[in-house]
């Protein structure tokens, strides 16, 4: 095991020093396209300004027999497209097929200096991780490139979930986890037949009554234990969790219940497939306008942030101090990146303020 003194040095000579703490970038929606795709491809420009990241994929969903053609397609807009605040990502393929190498080696020396982070799919433990690690650190000194590309890992197979608090901890490049609710199902031969929701025979029934009426079913959700489990592992180790892909597109409404679900569960983002699920994603990650007017209202409240205190008949105290904070210093990260955003905050609190003035 290495010393924990050497965590921090960079993996090869001429590699950057790795980050002590994860960036906090706005990243509401990781938007899935295929590089290879000619007419994804040519929508790229006019999707960047409309989302937090842009992820090139090159793994499922990409044919096998057209695994190159999305490896040079990505080469080729991320040389041709200037992406202003958008963070470029991909999704190489995973560790054990015959094409990760080759995606690891071209992406980081031909685009390394555009990429901000290397999604990993079907990450089992730290082991996988370390490997990445040293490959990128020696790739990066190779291409001369001069900020840390970060790592974010898919937890998609049962032993990944066994082990999701090594993973997030595996090295200071980990920005962050998804989850994979289609692979993980697989691995862990659940019987739906799905990508990611709920299913309606995954409930509990209302006890029986004494007169025999009707009993309700209250559908139940699949995903609950696995993305605290990923919330936990994350905010332990300084990393960001995020819902992966609903894939029910036509389905909009239970998308944004999934989203929300795990928004309220300390996710900041989660997976667009299709451009329709971009503007759920912004909805449901940049926390509501009246909901920040609270927050801001209980810190100004709240003075050095110890005490109790009644607001509106409800106890605030240190901890929903704390919360409130949580709540703040997020719609403050998504107000500098999102002026409509930053004018509806602004907006929500001058009304809180002013119905104060009148109480
Ligand atoms: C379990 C997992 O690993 S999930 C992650 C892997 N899966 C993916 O990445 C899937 C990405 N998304 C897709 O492939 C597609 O959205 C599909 C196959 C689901 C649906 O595609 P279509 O049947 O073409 O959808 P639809 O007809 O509604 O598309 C409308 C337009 O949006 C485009 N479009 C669809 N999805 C995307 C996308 N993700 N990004 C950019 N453009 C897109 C289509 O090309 C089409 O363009 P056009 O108007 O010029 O013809
Ligand atoms: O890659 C994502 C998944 O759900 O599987
Ligand atoms: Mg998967």
Redesign the pocket.
Known sequence: MRSAKDFFRPLAVGAPAPVREVPFRPSRMI????PG?E??AA?VPS?APQVDVLLG?L???VQADRKEAARAGLVAIAKATDFGGTQLWTRVNSLDSPWALDDLLTLVTEIGDKLDVIMVPKVEGAEDIHYVDRLLAQLEAKAGITRPILVHAILETATGVANVEEIAGASPRMQGLSL?P??LAASRRMKTTR?GGGHPGYLVRQDPTAEDAPRATYQQDLWHYTIARMVDACAAHGILPYY??F?D?KDVVACEDQFRNAFLLGCVGA?????VQIAIAKRVFSPAPEDVAWARRVIAAMGDGTGAVMIDGKMQDDATYKQCQVVSDLADALAARDPELAEAYAAAEKAAAAKEDDR
């Open positions: 938007h899935f396209f295929d795709n007419k994804m929508k999707l994929n793994e499922d969903a994979g289609a692979d990508v992966g892909p894939g597109i997976w667009s497939l299709h451009p």
